[in-house]
């Protein structure tokens, strides 16, 4: 007898149906199995899926499947309740989320290979030569949140200042899961995993000894196709135990999740930025409802979304549906920075670093300490600009200017990636006197070593400056390698962009200076505050590590800015992370924007302006009736911040609504117009939805 049965297949055209298509096949298949369906002339991976039964077959010949995946079990109910989960809510079809969240060698590896790849022998387990490592007990602090983990059901807010040992939390946790069921597994995410290299070591550290090498497998995009397939069979399996990756991890097939882990929540890199721009924080936390597994999420400056969730009762109001924990003590006796505003007002034009904070960091190099600054603009100098005539250095492609890239004399645009030389003279008057305007990191570090050349270390030798950002690391390993150097000492000053402001636990670094922040203070971007504050928070947070260190020389962090009363500072000096959420929350609350409001944009892109604006202000138009009646607000196009890149105009088009509920059934039911949309205005070279976008 034969059977019909759906499979869940990538086909984008069908993104408003849903991507299951219908095939017969001899045998009965299990849901979750994967198998090989023809679609055209091609052969696709699939998904069998469940739940809704497809379309009647009409009278057309049903196809047969290809084959069935040998050797790996279905997937679970769970696992795919989440991509259809995920598929829905973020306005994408279950096909896409499901084939994108699979490794790509299920699909590229032929019959053949695919049965020699199983053949394979599982290589013996390495025995763990690790030292047998430290634990250490339990601060106060860490020993209450345990017990309030293990006491409730979360989702958890850990609220933990920097350095007061959420990682030690996250261990332990992980540690009585693994005790306590033999078969449980834990899912570990963060926010970009080269930048934190020591996680990885630490959780391999603590549990290889006891569960083995193998027991801990590494999830994120910079493993090769091969190493990814084995991970993923690891942990589709079960035999590995924790999953350590990204945000793409969260869709990593685990049969046995109890436990997920979301470091750094407040991290903007858990969105995913195409196809299907999920949130991996947000589904994290759906996962575990799902899957019965607890959640941690863990940060020492939230996301305002999940501080707002974890909100304490009030007389009025209920509690949030997360349950806040609060670590504030730093382990050991490292003190946070002591907060120095410069203000800059009353610095002579043009200056760069104020005497006074050129004069600290003077003073520290000579005592062997380390300094971070951080400038969030990478090469030479944004612009270039020639005196004459007024000609900048636009990138003919984009609405944006290319940035002056000093070390190899080119003009770079940060959106296309259009590359050119130099121009010995300006293009349009020939004036030979061009120069940069602005400032990027690249010749922040040429400034310093200027202006530090007389500066000796405590040994004699003349002191190094090192510069991490994403034109220096963009060699495979440089990131580790520059880390390293800094770990090791050799790097006196070092200056780079946010990424030297993450998790990296600089023993020696006792002074962080800012620059250039002014810009997030008033931006259009309503969340540029919040990750301006967090930043700085971060970074304050790379001071003073080291206990010993800051007895001898209390740590700083300078701020120079022409706005130093500004209640961030403010709060910033204070380390006051509550104070600045709540003022920040009564202003959303006042405007009615996230957490008070649910928000998506519709994005389009043509090659015109108008073009790709007709089409959303079309979309409006059709969506308007149901939009009214779901008190949805719809707001007109407006052209993208940055209109064009790469010769392509884009548009987006907002929509708000004080329930998220109204919203998905808005957007669900609105889907359909818009994809019909495309044969009336066939400018549009593509659209996309946004649920709750992060910039705006
Ligand atoms: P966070 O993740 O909050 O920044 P970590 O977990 O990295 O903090 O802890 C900061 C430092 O304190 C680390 O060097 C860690 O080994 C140490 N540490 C954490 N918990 C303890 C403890 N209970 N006793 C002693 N040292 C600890
Ligand atoms: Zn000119
Ligand atoms: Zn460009």
Not at 164 to 187: H, M
Not at 480 to 499: F, K, S, Y
Not at 542 to 567: F, I, K, T, Y
């Amino acid at each position: 007898m034969s059977h019909q049965i759906s499979v869940m297949v990538h086909t984008p055209a069908h993104s408003g149906i849903g991507g299951a298509l219908t095939y017969e096949s001899d045998t009965a298949q299990a849901p979750g199995t994967l198998v090989r369906v023809p679609l055209g002339s091609r052969e696709l991976l699939g998904v069998v899926w469940s739940g809704h039964h497809p379309e009647p077959a009409e009278a057309m010949q049903l196809r047969a499947i290809a084959s069935v995946l040998a050797g790996v079990p279905p997937l679970s109910a769970n696992w795919r309740q989440l991509v259809q989960f995920a598929a829905h809510y973020y306005q994408r079809s279950a096909g896409e989320v499901a084939l994108a969240a699979l490794p790509s060698q299920l699909r590229d590896l032929n019959a053949e290979q695919w049965a020699r790849r199983l053949k394979r022998k599982p290589k013996v387990s390495a025995s763990f030569e690790g030292a047998a490592q430290h634990i250490p007990t339990p601060t106060d602090e860490q020993a209450q949140v345990l017990a309030d983990i293990a006491a409730n059901e979360g989702p958890f807010l850990l609220f933990g200042n920097t350095g007061s040992g959420k990682t030690e939390v996250y261990l332990r946790a992980a540690q009585s899961v693994l005790e306590q069921n033999s078969q449980a597994q834990i899912l570990v995410m963060v926010p970009e995993i080269n930048l934190t290299p020591q996680l990885e070591e630490r959780f391999r550290a603590r549990f290889a000894p006891q569960w083995g090498a193998d027991c801990l497998v590494a999830m994120h995009s910079s493993l090769t196709p091969a190493q990814r397939l084995k991970n993923w069979l690891a942990a589709h399996s079960g035999e590995a135990r924790i999953v350590l990756g990204t945000r793409m991890a969260v869709f990593a097939s685990m049969p046995h999740l109890q436990l997920i882990v979301v470091d750094e929540e407040h991290d903007p890199s858990y969105k995913q930025q195409e196809g299907a721009r999920y949130s991996a924080r947000d589904l994290a936390v759906y996962r575990g409802q799902l899957e019965g597994a607890k959640v941690i999420l863990g940060s020492a400056t939230p996301s305002l979304e999940s501080w707002h969730h974890s909100r304490p009762a009030t007389a009025s109001e209920p509690a949030g549906r997360y349950m806040r924990l609060a670590m504030p003590s730093r382990v050991g006796q490292g003190a946070l920075p002591l907060v120095r505003r410069v203000d800059m007002n009353r610095q002579p034009y043009k200056t760069v670093f104020s005497n006074h904070l050129l004069d600290a960091m003077r003073e520290r190099v000579t005592r062997g300490e380390q300094i971070l600054v951080l400038l969030n603009r990478r090469g030479y100098a944004p612009v270039l600009h020639c005196n004459d005539c007024g000609w900048k250095s636009e990138c003919p492609h984009c609405s944006a200017y290319r940035v002056f890239h000093k070390l190899d004399r080119t003009l770079r645009c940060h959106h296309c990636g259009f590359t050119q030389p130099v121009p010995r003279a300006c293009p349009s008057c020939g004036n030979l006197d061009i120069s940069p305007l602005g400032r990027g990191t690249e010749q922040l570090e040429e400034h310093l070593a200027e202006l530090l050349a007389d500066v000796r270390r405590s040994d004699g030798e003349h002191i190094r400056i090192a510069r991490i950002d994403a034109d220096s690391t963009r060699l495979k390993g440089e990131l580790e390698r520059q880390l390293a150097e800094v770990h090791a000492g050799a790097v006196d000053v070092l200056v780079g962009t946010q990424m030297i402001a993450k998790g990296h636990d600089f023993r020696r670094v006792t002074l962080v200076a800012a620059l250039n922040t002014d810009g997030a203070l008033f931006s259009s971007d309503f969340r540029a505050p919040e990750r301006l504050f967090s930043l700085l928070m971060q970074a304050a947070g790379r001071a003073g590590r080291d206990a010993n260190m800051s007895l001898v020389s209390p740590c700083e962090m300078w701020v120079q800015s022409h706005h130093p009363l500004h209640p961030l500072f403010e709060a910033l000096k204070q380390h006051d992370y509550p104070a600045f959420a709540e003022q920040q929350l009564r202003e959303r609350e006042q405007a009615t924007l996230p957490p008070f409001s649910f928000q998506a944009l519709v994005r389009a892109e043509a090659r015109s302006q108008e073009a790709a604006q007709g089409f959303l202000n079309a979309a409006r138009d059709a969506g308007a009736a149901l939009a009214d009646e779901l008190l949805v607000d719809l707001y007109p196009a407006v052209p993208m911040t940055i209109q064009r890149v790469a010769n392509i105009e884009r548009a987006q088009m907002l929509i708000e609504c004080t329930s998220r509920k109204a919203l998905q059934h808005f957007l669900a039911n609105w889907q359909a117009d818009l994809h019909a949309m495309r044969s009336t205005h066939r400018q549009v070279i593509r659209w996309a939805v946004d649920v709750d976008p992060l910039a705006i």
